[in-house]
């Protein structure tokens, strides 16, 4: 009967449902050696194990020599062989519940069911050993990024070729770690450094790495730590220590092995150690290659090789000078003669050339050239550690703007950070409320003013204009020797105090609150709190927002601030704020946006010169008490507040307002509603505003009032607050857009046009892109329906520069139809993302039209055609 039954088990697992791709000797002979099977098993698993480890020893050498990171291949590969193990692990446990399968009486059924199981994993063994041979180049993916290139521009005169060929070598030179290039400020130190980036970019024998970091004045321990971090990728938490981000940076940077970090500017000397710089002379490894303008910061950096970077010479002096300032100015001898005075004068310096030849530039009457090199022979600044020679020259520059407003203007500029960017929209709007563009007349009238004052110290290179990819708006940037003399101006007279951007934790001390002193500028610091009664009867400026003064206000700290006109507070931690504030009559600015915790504000009835509110982002809950006083408002801004009831604001009273925004406020019920109260407010010259839905938009463009405006935000349905949206804008989140017999229902000025998860448009309304023709911006995101952008009806989009699409999962293309020539002929940026039916983007025809596009960027696109 055993027999029998064994037979039975047999033809069971032969025939049934043991078969498998096992041919039929090998599941017999299980039969006779099971054990055996087993421990081949085991065996082949213990040399995958040892493959791996091998595999991951190799990963870890990549990572920490190179900072390379396995490709996707290996990651499939040791996920699979954990997988393995994981199950073969579990396995041995089956194995000790079964050993009758093994020895003693067999079970032959079981024993070929587990020796089928033994074969299969066998086969996944040896498939896994076999795919672990990988080829060196295909174990880890490609090197990270070298380092980035920089603008640069080309180098001036003889001096600086030779430093820069001396630099060369010294990194080339095995036996320097350190290197140290120092001159005068403005004397090219930053060019030459750039240019040795650029050039090691270009190459790829020498470094693996080049790491470029901007130090400035103020830079302390941790920022440079930090600005280091941020360059090579590596992330400190917010509790790490300066040991620990040493430790940090330390390991980070021996893993790349060759590398060269590139310091410029640097103003204090730091030890390595402390910052993390893994540079010694018993490892040659890394180089370090600084710049500074003093050769004691050489010295206490250790540096091995010291470069000096002098002026130029005479005449590579004269020939830059003679670059900038135009080659028809020199047309006449007598003018030639002293513009060789003035360009001697500079004292050979690149930025003192470059600045006074531009301020110069194209001046043909000679007594405006014996003036400047009058003044130059005579000008005379102090600056601590700078020769007076070099803020001769700055001053200089200065002195030559051609007004005192606009003298003013530039001033206010070295109020912001060291090497802040400067949005240009937010300086213009500090002139005017301080009152630098005059008392009178419209605030769009004194922005267009600002803008051509902006525009005059961009041309006279007092300020520089900094592109930021993607965005809109205008940012400016004043060069550090440049804002150094300013305040050295405004020093002399006590009529500046600037600490920002310091990380001060405790407010000036009184004694350092003069009498005599007009702008105080404390933003971007950390002070906990207002804890003093400065006595500053001239004070017309108070600077103190990305503050967190969440330990209050002390009530008497406005007390003698009789005269203050310009008070902000925004992005500060604030809870209420004192009583003292309500008695500053001569305020014309209160600037609160963003305090987080801000819920009250004391009675404004008293406030009567007001002509800026902002409560932007505060949680307020009911408007200030005293609003209906405030007859001189020009700009008032409750954007996403938790005010209610906006309809029962004053509006009426207020007969200069010319700026309004009220973007997301809860609603109100009952009548008046919002857009009611809008046509009565005639001098409103710029409204940002949200509508909750299309409806209450046709009746307020019905209304017409929409004409009067020059600059515009209209926001329909439910915004998303991550979403920027510039001036000129409409823009529709979550309704339905049907479409208008009349074209002209909407204003022909839009400027920026932003849809989102509007779920029934199949293209865009033909009616916004006839009414859109200086349509420049454009976003359409999470719009199921939309099939296609254009369609040939449609306009042309003939200023359109930026177009992104995202999240339109039915798009087959741009453009339905023959669309007409010129479609998108402006178009420079296009970006489309996970739009999972497209497969062609742009016609043929169209795409060949597209000569000023620059970028293009197609991402998570499943079906798209390369």
Same mark, same amino acid.
């Given at each position: 009967m055993e027999i029998a039954g064994a037979v039975a088990s047999m033809v069971q697992c032969l025939f049934g449902e043991c078969s498998s791709t096992v041919s039929i000797p090998e599941q017999c002979s299980y039969l006779r050696r099971p054990k055996d099977a087993v421990q081949i098993l085991r065996e082949k698993t213990e040399l995958l194990t040892a493959r791996e480890a091998d595999v991951r020893t190799k990963l870890d050498e990549e990572k920490m020599f190179r900072g390379m990171d396995p490709t996707a291949e290996v990651n499939l590969w040791l996920n699979n062989v954990q997988k393995v193990k994981v199950t073969l692990a579990s396995f041995e446990g089956e194995i000790q519940a079964k050993k009758k399968c093994l020895c003693g009486f067999p079970n032959y059924y079981s024993r070929l069911k587990l020796g089928n199981y033994v074969s299969r994993k066998i086969h996944e063994v040896d498939n896994l050993l076999e795919q672990s041979k990988f080829p060196g180049s295909?174990?880890?993916?490609?090197?990270?990024?070298k380092g980035k290139a920089l603008p640069s521009s080309a180098l001036v005169g003889e001096t600086a070729t030779i430093?820069?060929?001396?630099?060369?070598?010294?990194l080339m030179d095995i036996n320097t770690q350190i290197i140290g290039i120092y001159g005068m400020g403005g004397v090219g130190k930053t060019s030459i450094v750039k240019e040795i980036n650029n050039m090691l970019l270009k190459e790829d024998t020498h470094f693996d790495n080049v790491i470029w970091v901007t130090a400035s004045k103020d830079s302390n321990m941790g920022k440079l730590q930090k600005d280091i971090a941020k360059e090579i990728g590596l992330c400190f938490d917010d509790e790490d220590g300066e040991m620990r981000r040493a430790r940090k940076l330390f390991e980070a940077l021996r893993r790349r092995r060759k590398f060269l970090l590139i310091i410029d500017d640097l103003w204090e000397a730091f030890s390595l150690e402390n910052i993390g710089i893994p540079i010694s002379t018993t490892v040659r490894a890394g180089k370090l290659l600084i710049t500074t303008r003093s050769l004691r910061v050489c010295r206490k950096m250790e540096a091995e090789r010291e470069i000096e970077l002098h002026v130029l010479s005479q005449?590579?002096?004269?020939?830059?000078?003679?670059?900038? +300032?135009? $080659?028809?100015?020199l047309s006449s001898p007598r003018v030639q003669d002293i513009a060789k005075k003035v360009a001697k004068e500079c004292g050979g310096l690149p930025l003192a050339l470059i600045t006074i030849g531009r301020a110069m530039r194209n001046e043909t009457k000679i007594k405006y050239w014996q003036t400047a090199l009058s003044e130059l022979r005579n000008s005379t600044a102090s600056i601590e550690g700078m020769t007076n020679q070099v803020f001769a020259q700055l001053r200089f520059s200065y002195d030559r703007l051609k007004d005192d407003v606009t003298r003013s203007c530039f001033l206010y500029c070295a109020l912001y950070p060291e090497d802040h960017l400067i949005e240009a929209e937010e300086l213009i709007k500090y002139w +005017?409320? $301080?009152g630098l563009l005059g008392r009178s007349g419209s605030q769009i009238d004194k922005m267009k003013l600002g803008e051509m004052i902006l525009n005059e110290l961009i041309s006279t290179c007092m300020l520089e204009s900094v592109y930021q990819h993607g965005s809109t708006d205008k940012y400016l940037k004043m060069h550090d020797l440049i804002r150094d003399m300013v305040i050295a101006l405004t020093r002399d007279n006590s009529s500046f105090m600037v600490k920002s951007g310091l990380v001060l934790r405790v407010l000036p001390v009184e004694n350092e609150?003069?009498?005599d002193l007009e702008r105080v500028s404390l933003m971007r610091n950390d002070i906990s709190s207002l804890c003093c009664e400065p006595k500053c009867p001239k004070l017309g400026t108070l600077l103190l927002q990305y503050n967190s003064i969440d330990k209050g206000i002390l009530p008497t700290f406005f007390r003698h601030l009789q005269k203050l006109e310009v008070l902000d507070l925004s992005y500060t931690g604030i809870d209420n704020l004192p009583e003292s504030l309500s008695h500053l009559e001569s305020l014309h600015a209160l600037l609160l946006r963003s305090c987080w915790n801000l819920w009250c504000v004391p009675t404004l009835a008293k406030l009567k010169k007001l002509r800026v509110l902002d409560l932007t982002y505060t949680p307020i809950q009911h408007m200030p008490e005293g609003m209906d006083m405030l007859q001189n408002l020009r700009h008032l801004s409750l954007s996403y507040t938790r005010i209610s009831g906006a309809p029962n604001l004053p509006l009426i009273n207020y007969k200069f307002l010319e700026s309004l925004s009220l973007i997301c406020l809860l609603e109100s019920t009952g009548r008046p509603t919002l857009v009611d109260v809008l046509p009565s407010c005639r001098s409103l010259l710029e409204l940002e505003v949200s509508f909750s839905c299309m409806q209450e938009f046709d009746r307020y463009i019905m209304s017409g009032h929409w004409s009067w405006l020059e600059n515009f935000k209209f926001l329909i349905g439910y915004p998303i607050s991550s979403m920027h949206i510039g001036k000129n804008s409409v823009a529709f989140f979550g309704v339905d857009i049907y479409e208008r017999l009349d074209p002209g229902w909407?204003?022909?000025?839009?400027?920026e046009l932003a849809i989102h998860s509007c779920p029934s448009s199949a293209h865009l309304p033909v009616f916004l892109t006839a009414a859109a023709s200086k349509l420049q911006r454009c976003t359409i995101q999470y719009c199921e329906q939309m099939e296609s952008i254009m369609v040939a009806e449609s306009g042309t989009f003939p200023n359109l520069e930026w177009l992104e699409i995202d999240g339109l999962s039915k798009l087959n293309g741009l453009c339905k139809g023959i669309v007409p020539a010129g479609t998108l002929s402006s178009l420079k940026v296009l970006h489309v993302r996970a739009c999972n039916s497209l497969k062609t983007l742009l016609p043929l025809e169209l795409g060949r039209h597209l000569r000023n596009l620059v970028e293009i960027k197609i991402e998570n696109c499943e079906k798209f055609q390369k």
């Open positions: 295909s174990l880890v993916s490609l090197l990270p990024e430093v820069l060929q001396r630099t060369w070598e010294y005449q590579e002096a004269w020939d830059l000078f003679k670059q900038k +300032v135009g $080659e028809e100015v +005017v409320w $301080e609150w003069h009498p909407l204003p022909d000025r839009v400027i």
